[in-house]
Nanobody, 124 residues
Framework: QEQLVESGGGLVQAGGSLRLSCVAS????????MSWFRQAPGKEREFVSG????????TYADTVKGRFTVSREKNGNTLYLQMNNLRPGDTAAYYC?????????????????WGQGTQVSVFS
């Protein structure tokens, strides 16, 4: 069973930056897609960004496009989310997720494995 462990969350002032990391336990992620989702209290889980492991094709939600960058370290099985120009509306628990299919999906139910989440809080 795949295991995902996120880190890097924290408290930051609006306009600041954070970088989230997600380490996968599996030895190979070829033909996987991995994504970041977030969930604020009282709201549904929403897609933030995703990337295909083999090709590195990235997808972003409109709300984060131009501010967030997703990347992966293939040899280290690590997924990153660089978040710049953070806003209070970005406050949420952030989760990484993996699916054994080489295409990013924005639907959480299409992911097979999830991390435990890391909290990001942005104050103005």
């Amino acid at each position: 069973q795949e295991q995902l462990v996120e880190s890097g969350g924290g408290l930051v002032q609006a306009g600041g930056s954070l970088r989230l990391s997600c380490v996968a336990s599996t030895r190979t992620l070829d033909n996987y897609a991995m994504s970041w989702f977030r969930q604020a209290p009282g709201k549904e889980r929403e897609f933030v960004s995703g990337i295909t492991w083999t090709g590195g094709d990235a997808t972003y939600a409109d709300t984060v496009k131009g501010r967030f960058t997703v990347s992966r370290e293939k040899n280290g099985n690590t997924l990153y989310l660089q978040m710049n120009n953070l806003r209070p509306g970005d406050t949420a628990a952030y989760y990484c997720a993996a699916r054994s299919y080489n295409r990013v999906s924005s639907f959480p139910e299409e992911y097979e494995c999830w991390g435990q989440g890391t909290q990001v809080s942005v104050f103005s």
